[in-house]
């Protein structure tokens, strides 16, 4: 899934446009913007589209200092 994503590791913010090279753990999820399909949407693309919610519940999952933790 291609889009902007930027979390942060110790004092940095690392940028990634593939969601897939992000790394398993990191600090904080600071930007989750994934590319939409272009409209007209087709139900594959709405498949797709509601799997975004649940990218990024995964990748908060992978927060090593969320809070509450």
Excluded: C, W
Excluded at 52 to 60: A, C, N, R, S
């Amino acid at each position: 899934m291609n889009g902007q994503f930027i979390i942060k590791v110790g004092t940095s913010l690392l940028e990634f446009s593939n969601y897939d090279d992000i790394p398993n753990t990191f600090d904080n999820v600071i930007v989750f913007k994934p590319e939409f399909p272009d409209s007209p949407h087709s139900e594959e693309d709405h498949k797709f589209i509601e799997t975004f919610d649940g990218k990024l519940k995964e990748l908060m999952k992978r927060e090593t200092n969320a809070s509450g933790n």
